[in-house]
Nanobody
């Protein structure tokens, strides 16, 4: 069974940093597109950052561009999201996700695998 398990969420002050990790088991991840999505109360789940199967192509939401960095370590079956200069607007449950096509859509409906999420809370 394929599992995506997030960790690294927690509380941070505005301007602070967190690094999220997602460990993937049940299959090799080399051909998967991977990404991070988030959902805040009262809002729809939204794209944060994605990375294609090769790691050569990344895509960031405009709201996080320049602050967040997505990366992957296929040997360790792990996806990362480095989040810097956090603000209260970044507070949400963050989900890691995978896509069988290798290229990752920004629409959450296009993802094939999901983790259960990790909560990030940023205070001002």
């Amino acid at each position: 069974q394929v599992q995506f398990v997030e960790s690294g969420g927690g509380s941070a002050q505005a301007g602070g940093s967190l690094r999220l990790s997602c460990v993937i088991s049940g299959r090799t991840i080399g051909l998967l597109g991977l990404g991070w999505f988030r959902q805040a109360p009262g809002k729809e789940r939204e794209h944060v950052a994605t990375i294609d199967w090769s790691g050569a192509k990344t895509d960031y939401a405009n709201s996080v561009k320049g602050r967040f960095t997505i990366s992957r370590d296929n040997a360790q079956s792990t996806l990362y999201l480095q989040m810097n200069n956090l603000g209260p607007e970044d507070s949400a449950v963050y989900y890691c996700a995978g896509n069988l096509l290798g290229e990752v859509p920004t629409d959450p409906a296009g993802m094939d695998y999901w983790g259960k999420g990790t909560l990030v809370t940023v205070s001002s």
